[in-house]
């Protein structure tokens, strides 16, 4: 099969992320959330010029983020890093709504300067204990993601003029989770906090949501947010989706540049998991390739890069019929976390992008 595209090449199809953005506007209708893209999973200028107009702005971590962000509509800045450069951290301040800060070492060192540019809050552990993927568990105990809600809540306790400027909580406890851990995490925070509560403004409950995906239930969820705000309605709610509304809106295609006879025999293509799949070295997940067989068949072919790394090894599949050289290989869903992470190593270009 060949492509009308060049090769390699992410594609993202715009009917799809409609429909991944229509699920999002119903939500912000139906429990008046905020949502703010989150733009280390995607940045590509043409498809955040669609994402812009469903989401209320966008969540960055530097000064580059913020650049990007400010080349579309928005109406809120979040801002948020595991340790800001203090050269950035008051200019990233007079451009955002809401900041949160990692460490308790951070809120002092910054807070006090940084009160009167934008509304405060400090990332905090709840240490939920959910069956997530280990490179992306941020909840486990020894995470540098966040201070723990104990050492935070003895912290308050304490001496709580520590937090004099405090307006919000923020929580990013989740890795692909259904809508049950979310449950767990509403629970906790109305179980711990009950003294903190009145006094805040807002709380971000980060991304992490399958919310796009077949199997998440959009009526719990409704219900639970809207309970939620019927305790606190003072307290405003935001959500940092980022692959959950690129999820299955796009796929990447390469092709086949040899083929070394082997068992299995050895297909090279004109990508690598060096320079265009870099999320598939460091997640170790198994891509799904279209036109695959779900059972083993004759024609069976060890996918590869074409960096000289050795282990640029993509995974073994079984196909239909044979391959041959000139064809396209197309991965499905490889829109979230993939093309952001693109480089030139071993002098291999990077990969293009299409919306149709």
Not at 11 to 24: A, C, R, T
């Amino acid at each position: 099969m060949q492509s009308r595209y060049p090769s390699p090449c992410f594609v993202m199809e715009k009917k799809k992320l409609d429909k991944n953005l229509k699920i999002f506007s119903i939500l912000k209708e139906k429990t008046n959330i905020t949502w703010l893209y989150t733009l280390k999973c995607f940045h590509e200028s043409e498809g955040l010029a669609h994402i812009s107009h469903v989401s209320s702005g966008f969540s960055i971590g530097n000064l580059n983020e913020l650049s990007l962000a400010k080349k579309h509509q928005y109406t809120h800045i979040h801002s948020y890093a595991p340790a800001f450069y203090e050269e950035e951290v008051t200019l990233l301040a007079d451009a955002s709504d809401t900041m949160s800060f990692n460490s308790l070492r951070q809120w002092i060192k910054y807070s006090k300067q940084c009160q009167a540019k934008t509304s405060l809050g400090i990332r905090i552990n709840p240490q939920l204990s959910l069956s997530q993927p280990s490179y992306c568990d941020t909840s486990h105990k020894k995470s540098r993601l966040g201070m723990s809600y104990m050492h935070f809540i003895s912290e308050y306790n304490k001496d709580s003029q520590t937090f004099e400027y405090l307006e919000g909580l923020h929580f990013h406890a989740f890795c692909h989770q259904e809508v049950s851990a979310l449950t767990i995490l509403l629970t906790h925070i109305m179980k711990y906090y009950t003294h903190i509560l009145p006094k805040l403004k807002w709380i971000n409950l980060g991304g992490g949501q399958n919310f796009t995906h077949t199997s998440y239930d959009i009526e719990v969820f409704i219900a639970c947010i809207n309970h939620f705000h019927h305790q606190y309605p003072h307290i405003r709610l935001y959500f940092e989706p980022g692959s959950s509304i690129v999820h299955n809106t796009g796929y990447f295609t390469c092709t086949i540049l040899d083929i070394i006879e082997d068992n299995p025999s050895k297909v090279i293509l004109d990508t690598s998991i060096e320079s265009h799949l870099l999320d598939v070295a460091i997640t170790k997940q198994s891509l799904n390739v279209k036109g695959i067989s779900k059972t083993k068949t004759p024609y069976v072919y060890e996918l590869t890069g074409m960096s000289c790394i050795a282990g640029d090894i993509i995974g073994i599949y079984y196909f239909d019929k044979p391959l041959d050289i000139g064809e396209n290989i197309i991965f499905e869903n490889m829109m979230g976390y993939t093309l952001v992470k693109q480089n030139t190593f071993n002098g291999i270009n990077k990969a293009n992008f299409v919306l149709i």
